[in-house]
């Protein structure tokens, strides 16, 4: 596949379920039961042990029938290895040009992290495929819809500090696609099933209703 078409098949949902753990087996058990509750793109933690591996046997275990990628990626080592590992696509708490250039050399997605307009700009200039918009803490979605009246070519995934509640807000606003961890995990798979049943509804609402755009002064 493509850049555009793993960028595509990763943010159709409207979610990205951000999966951290303690340990390997934590990883693989929290990414089975949210696959298993319905999602398709996961972006493991690279803050996890051995989180590599997961990434490789998710990747092995589910084909391209899941979209797979590794979040954390700070330098284009690390980039190379996940890319290596088997994920689809990166994402980058910060923006960092050798992680671009990396990621796009071997066909990889890269979701660079910002948090200003300026910043924003600067990513797109250097090519990359969505904006992790981070962290949201403090933030409201009617910033994010005040900033894509100025940039609506900006493909924004708000990440840190986007709740269940909050999720159809950010898409309200304009945003591409959210972010969450742990919110969506759990161990009763029927109540995470549930959970993630209710959010893709709440986002397909969401974006289906009109962003309102402030008239402009001639």
């Avoid at 409207?14 to 990883?27: I, K, L, P, T």
């Avoid at 996940?82 to 923006?95: I, K, T």
């Avoid at 403090?138 to 509640?165: C, F, I, K, N, Y």
Wanted: glycine share 10%.
């Amino acid at each position: 596949m493509y850049r555009w078409e793993i960028t595509r098949t990763a943010l159709a949902q409207r979610v990205v379920a951000v999966v951290h753990g303690e340990s390997y087996e934590d990883v693989t058990a929290t990414a089975d039961t949210l696959l298993g509750a319905g999602l398709t793109s996961l972006e493991i933690s690279l803050t996890a042990p051995h989180a590599l591996e997961a990434v490789s046997t998710l990747r092995r275990e589910t084909g391209d029938d899941m979209v797979i990628g590794a979040g954390g990626v700070l330098d284009a080592a690390t980039a190379r290895t996940a890319v290596e590992a088997g994920a689809r696509f990166l994402v980058s708490p910060a923006l960092d040009a050798e992680v671009l250039r990396t990621g796009h050399r071997y066909g990889t997605p890269v979701f660079a992290g910002v948090n200003t307009p300026t910043e924003m700009v600067r990513a797109l200039e250097l090519g990359a495929d969505a904006l992790k918009l981070f962290p949201v803490t403090g933030r409201d979605p009617r910033w994010l819809r005040e900033v894509l009246d100025a940039l609506p070519q900006a493909p924004v995934l708000p990440s840190g500090g986007v709740t269940l509640e909050t999720a159809p807000e950010w898409i309200g606003a304009g945003a591409v696609a959210c972010a969450l961890n742990a919110e969506l995990a759990g161990r009763d798979r029927e109540s995470v099933a549930k959970r993630v049943t209710e959010l893709l509804q709440r986002l397909e609402d969401a974006a289906g209703v009109p962003r309102p755009r402030r008239a402009r002064r001639g």
